[in-house]
């Protein structure tokens, strides 16, 4: 599968969707994005954790959502005091937090521990999910 964007970036209102085929390489241009949108929207002070979010979320999609011929969607969006990022991939699985204690797992940890919020809705109009995380402008704001 192409490590390149499928399609050209969309602007939405104020935020950026893009969908990805599903190759590990494109969580490093995700991650590239996301870095020029946020200093677009004065957002840098939280660019370290809204990066680890992000790869986090897509590289679950990458390997745990093995949907042939299926994409991932990526979508940033700066609201009110914060970012909203969402991860969409096209398996109906979900995502399961892991005990502290187990073995892997350590990427929703990580991701519940950076965000405000996170969590999981069923993908409007089609198969799979979005996984999604909002980050407080000020990293103080972490609950
Ligand atoms: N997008 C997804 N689609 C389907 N299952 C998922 C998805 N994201 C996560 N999961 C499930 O939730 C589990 C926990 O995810 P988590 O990211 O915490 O750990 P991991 O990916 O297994 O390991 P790592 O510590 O390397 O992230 C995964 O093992 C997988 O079973
Ligand atoms: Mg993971």
Known sequence: MSSVALLPRKDVGAGRVRQWSRSPANV???RRELREA?????????EDDALVVLSELMTNAVLHAKV????IKTSFRPVGCGLWIS?????AVRPQLRAE????GRGLRLVARLSYRW????????????VWAFLKASPEGRS
């Not at 969590?119 to 109009?125: D, M, P």
């Open 101 to 104: 204690d187990a073995a892997g």
């Open 87 to 91: 991860v969409e991939d096209a398996s």
């Open 28 to 30: 490093g241009l995700a």
């Open 119 to 130: 969590g999981v809705r069923e993908r409007v109009g089609g198969v799979g999910k979005a």
């Open 68 to 71: 042939p011929g299926r994409v």
């Open 38 to 46: 946020l200093a677009d929207w004065g957002l840098g002070t939280i």
